[in-house]
C-alpha cells in the first residue's frame, strides 16, 4: 500500500533532456528515457515567447542556432530572437492530440448586420440585463478574433464603449470570410471546417468548429488567434498553417476599421464577426460580454 503513496517532488518530475538535433524542417529532441520526437520550425516559432501574426508567420522558418541543457531547449530565431522551450512543455506536445468540438447553439440573432454602432441608451433592452463581464483594452494591438473562444459556451453578444474619443476598433465579418474561402480555397476550407481549433487562456480551455455549417452555408465563425493554445491537434502540421495563413489573409482582406466617439455603443454579433484593435496611443476601450 505504501508504494502508491508518492511525494509531489517526484510526481512533478521532470525527464530530462539528452540532446537536441537541427534538421532541415523540424528540431528532433531526444529524452534521457530514450523518447524522441520531432518538432516542426513553424510549430515552435508560432509557440515562442512572443506569438507573431499569422501574417508573419514563416511557413519556412529556421532556427539561427540551437542550444539545449537537461532542462530546456534555446532556440534562436532570426533575427536574434532567443525562445525557451522546456522539457515538460515539449514533452506534453510529443503526440497529435484530437479534440472534440464544442459547438455552441446559434440562438436567435440580435442583429441583422454582423455590427451596428447605436447611440448609447441605459433603457435598450440589451444593457438592462446587464454584462456578465467587462474588459478593458489598452492602446496596444489587440487582433481581431471571437471574444472568449475559450469558453464551452461563447458569448453571442459583445459591445464596445470608447473611453476616450476618436477610439478604434477593427472589424471582420468572419461568416464572410469562411465563405469566401469555401469558394476560393475550397480544399483549405474543407481541413479548416474539419479541424477544431483548441482555445486556452488561464484556467478555461473549451475546442470549436472555425466554421458551423448547416444547410450547406457557413453560419457562425469562430477563431481567435491571440488565445490558440498550443496543442497539436492534427497530422499535418504545415497543412495546418497553410490554412490559417490563408483563411488569416482573407480576413485582412475584409477588415474594416471605425472610430467610435463618447457617446456610441458599438454591438458586435460575437458568433459572426471578429473584434479587435489596432495599436493606438492613448486609447481606451470598455468591453462588454453577453450570454
Not at 435598450?124 to 454584462?131: H, L
Amino acid at each position: 500500500p505504501h508504494s502508491t503513496c508518492l511525494l509531489p517532488s517526484i510526481i512533478m518530475a521532470t525527464i530530462a533532456l539528452r540532446a537536441a538535433q537541427r534538421l532541415p524542417r523540424a528540431l528532433r529532441v531526444e529524452w534521457e528515457d530514450g523518447l524522441s520526437a520531432q518538432f516542426s520550425y513553424v510549430w515552435m516559432r508560432d509557440n515562442s515567447d512572443k506569438r507573431p501574426s499569422l501574417l508573419h508567420l514563416d511557413m519556412n522558418s529556421k532556427p539561427e542556432n540551437c542550444y539545449s541543457d537537461e532542462q530546456k531547449v534555446q532556440v534562436i530565431w532570426p533575427p536574434f530572437l532567443a525562445s525557451e522551450y522546456t522539457s515538460k512543455f515539449l514533452r506534453d506536445h510529443t503526440k497529435v492530440k484530437p479534440v472534440q468540438a464544442v459547438e455552441c447553439p446559434i440562438t436567435q440573432k440580435v442583429l441583422t448586420v454582423p455590427w451596428r454602432v447605436l447611440p448609447f441608451h441605459p433603457r435598450a433592452e440589451v444593457f438592462q440585463k446587464g454584462a456578465t463581464a467587462t474588459m478593458r483594452w489598452g492602446a496596444g494591438r489587440t487582433e481581431p478574433g471571437t471574444v472568449w473562444p475559450q469558453m464551452e459556451r461563447i458569448p453571442s453578444l459583445v459591445t464596445v464603449e470608447p473611453i476616450t474619443p476618436g477610439a478604434k476598433v477593427t472589424l471582420v465579418d468572419g461568416v464572410a470570410a469562411l465563405s469566401l474561402m469555401s469558394s476560393t480555397h475550397r480544399d483549405q476550407f474543407d481541413f479548416l471546417a474539419s479541424a477544431p481549433i483548441d482555445y486556452s487562456e488561464d484556467m478555461f480551455r473549451a475546442s470549436h468548429p472555425t466554421a458551423t455549417i448547416r444547410d450547406g452555408r457557413v453560419v457562425a465563425a469562430t477563431f481567435n488567434n491571440d488565445v490558440r493554445s498550443s496543442e497539436i491537434t492534427v497530422d499535418s502540421i504545415d497543412r495546418y498553417y497553410q490554412c490559417l495563413k490563408t483563411f488569416h489573409k482573407i480576413c485582412l482582406d475584409l477588415q474594416h476599421t471605425i472610430v467610435l466617439e463618447h457617446g456610441d455603443v458599438l454591438v458586435v454579433d460575437n458568433h459572426q464577426t471578429f473584434v479587435g484593435a489596432p495599436a493606438q496611443l492613448n486609447r481606451a476601450l470598455q468591453v462588454n460580454v453577453f450570454n
